[in-house]
C-alpha cells in the first residue's frame, strides 16, 4: 500500500530555509501517471496548495509564496522536497506531501508541524 | 484562477440525519478532478471522493458526491457520531493547481 512519509526540521529560524522531503514507498517517482504536491495548512485554519512537480520536471507554485519556494525530486532516492526561502512566521503549517493522479484518487502523507520562531 | 466557495461554513446535525454540503465554483470546472475530504482534528485529510461521484476506497456507502460544471454536493445520508469532522472540497483546475474550498465544518447539534 502506498506510504508518503513527510520529514524534515519542526523549527526553522526566522529568515531561514524550511526544507521538507516525501518519500514515497510503493512505485516510481518517475512514472508518468503521477504528479507530486505539498499541500500547508496553518494550525485552526484551511488547507493551501504550495505547488506541485511533474514526471517532465515542470513545477507549479502558488503565487502567495512569491517565488520563494522550490520542489524537486531525488529518483534515486523515491523521494521528492520543499524548500521554502526567508521564511516567517506566516510559514508556520502543517505540511503534507501528496500523489496526484488524473482522476484518480490522491493519496496524502500524514504531514508534519513546522514552526518558524526563534 | 478558480475559486470554491463551500457552504455553509456549519452546519449542525443530530446523529442519523442528513447532511447536504454545496461547493460551487467560480467557472465550470472538470468534474474528473474534483474530490473531497473529511478532517478530524489533529488528522490528516482523508479522501472521501474523487471523480466528484466515486468513493475512495473503504469510504462507507452513505457517503455520495454529486454535481458537474460548477456546481458540487456531498452528501452524507444517515450522520454517525465519526462523521462530525471538517469537509473539504478540492479542484485540480487546467492552470495544474490544486484548489480548496474554505471548508464546512459539522457539528453536533
Known amino acids: 500500500q502506498l506510504q508518503l512519509q513527510e520529514s524534515g526540521p519542526g523549527l526553522v529560524k526566522p529568515s531561514g530555509t524550511l526544507s521538507l522531503t516525501c518519500s514515497v514507498s510503493v512505485g516510481t517517482i518517475r512514472s508518468s501517471d503521477y504528479y507530486w504536491a505539498w499541500i500547508r495548512q496553518p494550525p485552526g485554519k484551511g488547507l493551501e496548495w504550495v505547488g506541485t512537480?511533474?514526471?517532465?520536471?515542470?513545477?507549479f507554485y502558488n503565487p502567495s509564496l512569491k517565488s520563494r519556494a522550490t520542489i524537486s525530486v531525488d529518483a534515486s532516492k523515491n523521494q521528492f522536497s520543499l524548500n521554502v526561502r526567508s521564511a516567517s512566521a506566516a510559514d508556520t503549517a502543517f505540511y503534507y506531501c501528496?500523489?496526484?493522479?488524473?482522476?484518480?484518487?490522491?493519496?496524502w502523507g500524514r504531514g508534519t508541524l513546522v514552526t518558524v520562531s526563534s | 484562477e478558480v475559486v470554491l466557495r463551500q457552504s455553509p461554513a456549519t452546519l449542525s446535525l443530530s446523529p442519523g440525519e442528513r447532511a447536504t454540503l454545496s461547493c460551487r465554483a467560480s467557472?465550470?470546472?472538470?468534474?474528473?478532478?474534483l474530490t473531497w475530504y473529511q478532517q478530524k482534528p489533529g488528522q490528516a485529510p482523508r479522501v472521501l471522493i474523487y471523480?466528484?461521484?466515486t468513493r475512495a476506497t473503504g469510504i462507507p456507502d452513505r457517503f455520495s458526491g454529486s454535481g458537474s460544471g460548477t456546481d458540487f454536493t456531498l452528501t452524507i445520508t444517515r450522520l454517525e457520531p465519526e462523521d462530525f469532522a471538517v469537509y473539504y472540497c478540492q479542484i485540480y483546475d487546467s492552470s495544474r493547481t490544486w484548489t480548496f474550498g474554505q471548508g464546512t465544518k459539522v457539528e453536533i447539534k
Open positions: 467557472q465550470t470546472v472538470s468534474s474528473r478532478y
Open positions: 501528496a500523489r496526484g493522479t488524473y482522476g484518480g484518487s490522491p493519496a
Open positions: 512537480i511533474y514526471n517532465s520536471g515542470n513545477t
Open positions: 471523480a466528484a461521484s
